[in-house]
């Protein structure tokens, strides 16, 4: 989407860093986009790289430093994700701790209030989803579960979710130079499964962007991405010209509203609350089922784009990322449960084992909250077993 770039440059004048903990974007895991009209320019590449020196742009681009003077500054660019699908996964120097009733991550983009339409909640919106991972496995890169933190269209009856689409490499030499106001209508064709008309289409090119917007980095022809698909947000308001308006979405998206303070100049006629992005809650976690998951801490972040719409001359609905800040890096993260204390008393001891069997044996339908030590969503004589079996060192 077409955008100022002065909205874009994203420096946090906040005090010295406290503690340890780096409260900006450290490490860079993956970053595949989808198609759009800002690949292979957000960031800038002009000719083929490697995977590695892509991280390293985007890691340029995204990840924050601390200045000589003590200011922090939480990105110095921006990057696009192109279409529906494209993302980018990244971590902080440590976990982010659920600290309860917070927001706990602020994700930064480049949504803008109408200037055109200040009665209405939009303008620019290109939401992008969030999803978040813990390194169950401690081995230090993202191959655990994920979970979506759910925001406000979560629930709605248009949201798509395990919505699949595949783009297929264009032929670039068969797509010539274009004029003002002319477009390659079908340059990257995409299928998809949805069940409604959004089963087929193109991402087109425009005027304003020459260069391929395959990203030159990624081997293959097809490119395939998965996800929750939101709802379009665009009217066009004109019949003969296209003029577009984004509508915000309420809240838990990234790109989708301006973001809370750091200097961004509020929109008079809004009330702030309404209007800006105040945050993301890692209470917000959801797992493929759509059930809450308790997560204390987590450590890989992961931002894709949920929008699949075309508006015009503003090309491809496609999210940026400017940043991201941990709301409250030095806090600690309460700790896990120990495997087989059934009493909760930070020990496994025969009285775990007492605690299970008695409630088996006179089970009057109170709940028993460590209960299920095994995992396997009931408590049985199998739990009991498990804590038996720790208590013997098995």
């Known amino acids: 989407m077409r955008k100022s770039l002065l909205l874009l440059l994203l420096v946090m004048a906040v005090s010295s860093v406290k503690g340890e903990n780096k409260p900006y974007i450290t490490k860079i895991y993956d970053f595949i986009p989808a198609p759009g009209q800002y690949i292979n320019n957000i960031p800038y590449v002009e000719e083929p790289v490697s995977k590695d020196s892509i991280l390293t742009l985007v890691a340029e681009c995204i990840c924050g430093y601390e200045k000589a003077n003590g200011k922090v500054v939480v990105a110095d660019a921006m990057i696009s994700l192109g279409s529906f699908g494209g993302y980018v996964v990244f971590g902080f120097d440590h976990p982010v701790v659920n600290v309860k009733g917070e927001y706990d991550l602020q994700i930064f983009g480049n949504a803008f209030q109408s200037s055109s339409r200040p009665e209405l909640l939009g303008g620019s919106s290109e939401s992008g989803i969030v999803m978040v991972s813990r390194d169950v496995n401690g081995n230090g890169i993202p191959d655990d579960p994920w979970y979506e933190l759910a925001g406000s269209e979560h629930n709605h009856p248009k949201t798509q979710k395990n919505f699949t689409i595949t783009y297929y490499k264009p032929d670039d030499s068969q797509f010539g130079p274009l004029s003002m106001n002319e477009y390659h209508d079908q340059y990257i064709r995409w299928t998809s499964n949805s069940v409604d008309s959004l089963q087929e289409g193109y991402v087109r090119k425009n005027y ?44 838990g998206y990234v790109d989708n509203r301006p973001d809370d303070g750091y200097g961004y100049v509020r929109n008079p006629n809004i009330p702030a609350a309404e209007e800006l992005n105040k945050g993301f809650n890692l209470d917000w976690a959801v797992d493929d089922d759509g059930n809450p998951v308790d997560l204390k801490q987590i450590d890989f972040v992961k931002v894709y784009n949920g929008m699949l719409q075309d508006c015009g001359w503003l090309g491809e609905t496609s999210t940026e990322v400017a940043g991201a800040v941990d709301l409250h890096p030095d ?13 909760g008393d930070g020990e496994v001891t025969a009285t775990d084992v007492t605690t299970l069997y008695n409630w088996l044996l006179n089970n009057d339908g109170s709940a028993l909250v460590n209960g299920d030590q095994n995992g396997d969503g009931e408590i049985t004589s199998a739990d009991v077993t498990f804590v038996y079996n720790i208590l013997l060192g098995n």
């Open 331 to 343: 806090a600690v993260a309460e700790p896990d449960a120990v495997a087989g204390d059934v009493n």
């Open 208 to 251: 304003f962007h020459s260069q391929s917007y395959w990203p030159m980095w990624v081997d293959g022809e097809t490119l395939t991405f998965e996800g929750t698909k939101l709802r379009c947000n665009a009217q066009n308001f004109s019949a003969t010209a296209d003029d577009w308006h984004l509508y915000f979405f309420d809240w």
